[in-house]
């Protein structure tokens, strides 16, 4: 991107027409002018088409087969970080970054993931030009012109928020189109805030245009945009924009209450609700595998919902999905888990921190939620006095039924879909199989297949596997993709709802918020008598276990961090369980980092991306500001 800022012609913007449907899949010749292409109705919806081209697809998709931000956050450790070094998370753990090469910008650009500077302003300049020709173009109707219009002003909402969530303040307002000729010296980075109103009053105008619908319910169309998506994008701005990081020292936990209250009003006003039923009971409750050690079907709900495809219907089983990407997430069985005996890696490895963030059955944090470590390596659990259940000794029994359907732990159980030679010495005395299909998942030290290991791709690092986005019966003999990735769902936008009133003082309306979640999980209610800074903890730490492995624990910490700040208590050290396996077949436990280094992608700087070298030192030499973000 150059100054307002496009360097890409347009045969190329239009030419990444990809997934889009119907209408939109026809891309015009780039040798027309604007004027030709708006004198066109395949033409204009193809240049609509060209809008969408930049929507990341994230989850799995991420260079290298990575969840990314999921793996340089506190919630995982990447497999890959050792054996391929020069790959993002490597880089980001050995702090090998720059403004002019960054392992989360400059190493690839796949599924949207990187080159996000460029491909941003690309998509908001091609959103500017369509939003100003449009009322004038050739389409088939009014009803038509309005819909695309509406799509245009909230696409351009969300590479706002995609750009503000990585980059920060550092960031103009383009409400139209700029030529290239056109003086930018007067060009200056607007507020936090002040960008956040922007995205707001795109998002309203989506809102107020009757023609776009609240749910996309054909094939036809899927990937469009709708007005549930632009509530999801002003819920979650707003909410950054009140965070410690991003309010200038401004209270705004007023607006994000009721911005987020009404937004959460009009999602459940228009057919959208937290996905409460097991729908496919043949797959999902058919064995005890899919149940957890304490045979809840929370488990089974839960792993469900995020290894199925929301379908495009009028009545579809998943009504809190929001958004999806328009792609799927590959062979995760193979890239991204438990792996197999022929697998290629485990890929994201949760962490010890994560694990400890689930709660015992009874509803009881493990640790202390101000204070969950009394070192600085997280090698000494600062343990919760008040709860009984958890026993250090026993560390999987009695947890947050989402616990065992997001993680494969030593003794958790697997229906066994992929090929083993032959069988674990550390299967030999556990009970047989089910029903010949299931296995138990071994990560002690020295297991050969599935245990702990600080090299081995498809080995551990951490001591657990992610289950959470892996199909049970999925496998090398039987090979049932990732779903597609869930960009917005409802369940987040009610924990951004209880935040919100959290800070703003309406601790019941937050109490009741999070109930919702925790009930839907099988988790009993949040204790009566939280003090305001005990109810922040308690939202913060729900928002961890239920958006886990999602990403969202990237941007929340940074987020809720002050501008001087860093995040040296979450990020720097992540530990590991090693699991010693006994003569008489039982187990000791000993925490343990992952590596004996520290990661250096926790300091001051990394709490944004730096803007790219080049854009940084031409915004300066024409506009006489700075716009590099600090430390970089």
């Not at 989850?59 to 969840?67: A, K, M, N, P, V």
């Not at 944090?365 to 600085?376: G, H, S, T």
């Not at 047989?432 to 030290?445: D, E, H, Q, W």
């Not at 903890?537 to 239920?546: D, Y």
């Amino acid at each position: 991107m150059k100054i307002r800022y496009i360097t890409f012609s347009l045969t190329v913007l239009i030419l990444l027409l990809g997934s889009c449907k119907d209408t939109l899949d026809m891309a015009p010749d780039g040798k027309l002018t604007m004027d030709q292409i708006f004198e066109d109705n395949n033409k204009v919806g193809a240049f609509l088409n060209s809008c969408y081209a930049n929507i990341p697809v994230k989850g799995t998709r991420y260079f290298f087969w990575s969840r990314g931000p999921v793996d340089w956050s506190d919630d995982a450790w990447d497999t890959d970080a050792e054996a391929e070094s020069w790959i993002m998370s490597g880089r980001m753990y050995n702090g090998d970054a720059s403004a002019g090469s960054h392992p989360i910008t400059n190493i690839s650009a796949d599924a949207g993931n990187g080159n996000y500077w460029a491909n941003y302003w690309a998509a908001i300049r091609n959103c500017t030009i369509f939003i100003s020709r449009i009322d004038e173009a050739t389409v088939k109707s009014p009803a038509e012109r309005n819909r695309w219009k509406a799509e245009a002003h909230l696409l351009r909402a969300y590479y706002y928020s995609e750009l503000l969530k990585w980059f920060g303040p550092a960031l103009p307002i383009e409400r139209e189109a700029y030529e290239f000729s056109a003086d930018f010296s007067g060009v200056k980075k607007e507020s936090y805030y002040d960008v956040v109103k922007f995205i707001i009053e795109d998002c309203d105008v989506a809102l107020a245009t009757s023609e776009l619908p609240w749910r996309i319910t054909t094939d036809a169309e899927a990937g469009r945009v709708s007005k549930a998506l632009a509530e999801a994008v002003k819920s979650k701005m707003i909410l950054f924009a009140a965070s410690p990081l991003n309010n200038g020292g401004a209270n705004l936990w007023q607006d994000a209450y009721l911005i987020n209250k009404t937004s959460l009003a009009n999602l459940r006003a228009n057919g959208y609700e937290l996905y409460n039923k097991v729908n496919f009971p043949q797959t999902y409750l058919s064995d005890d595998a899919y149940l957890g050690p304490n045979k809840n079907v929370n488990t089974a709900l839960y792993n469900e919902y995020f290894t199925q495809t929301m379908t495009y219907t009028g009545s579809p089983v998943d009504r809190e999905t929001i958004f999806q990407s328009r792609e799927g997430q590959g062979n995760i069985w193979d890239i991204d888990g438990i792996g197999s005996q022929d697998g290629y890696k485990s890929g994201t490895c949760p962490s010890q921190e994560l694990v400890d963030a689930y709660e015992t059955i009874d509803g009881k944090p493990v640790l202390n939620l101000a204070n969950p470590y009394a070192d600085e390596k997280h090698l000494q659990p600062n343990y919760n006095a008040a709860n009984t259940l958890y026993n250090p000794n026993d560390p999987y029994k009695n947890r947050d039924p989402r616990f065992y359907a997001s993680i494969y732990y030593n003794g958790s159980k697997r229906k066994a879909m992929w090929n083993f030679a032959e069988a674990p010495e550390s299967f030999e005395n556990y009970p047989a199989p089910i029903g010949n299909r299931a296995r138990i998942i071994a990560t002690y030290v020295n297991e050969p297949q599935t245990g702990i290991h600080s090299t081995t791709r498809k080995a551990t690092r951490t001591g657990y596997y992610e289950r959470k986005f892996l199909h049970p019966n999925s496998g090398n003999d039987n090979p049932i993709g990732g779903a597609n990735y869930k960009l917005f769902r409802l369940g987040e936008i009610i924990l951004n709802f209880a935040e919100a009133a959290a800070e703003a003082g309406q601790s019941v309306e937050a109490i009741a918020a999070v109930n919702e979640i925790r009930k839907r999980a099988g988790m009993p209610d949040l204790p009566a008598g939280l003090s305001k800074d005990e109810l922040i903890q308690r939202i913060r730490n729900e928002r961890r276990v239920e958006l886990a492995m999602e990403e969202n624990r990237y941007f929340d910490l940074r987020r809720w961090s002050a501008p001087t700040g860093d995040l040296a208590k979450t990020d720097r050290w992540i530990t590991a369980m090693e699991i010693t396996r006994k003569a008489d077949g039982t187990y000791s436990y000993a925490r343990r980092n992952v590596r004996n280094v520290e990661r250096k992608n926790y300091t001051n700087k990394f709490l944004w991306v730096p803007v790219p070298l080049d854009e940084a030192n031409r915004l300066r030499a024409i506009t006489g500001s700075d716009w590099q973000n600090a430390g970089w």
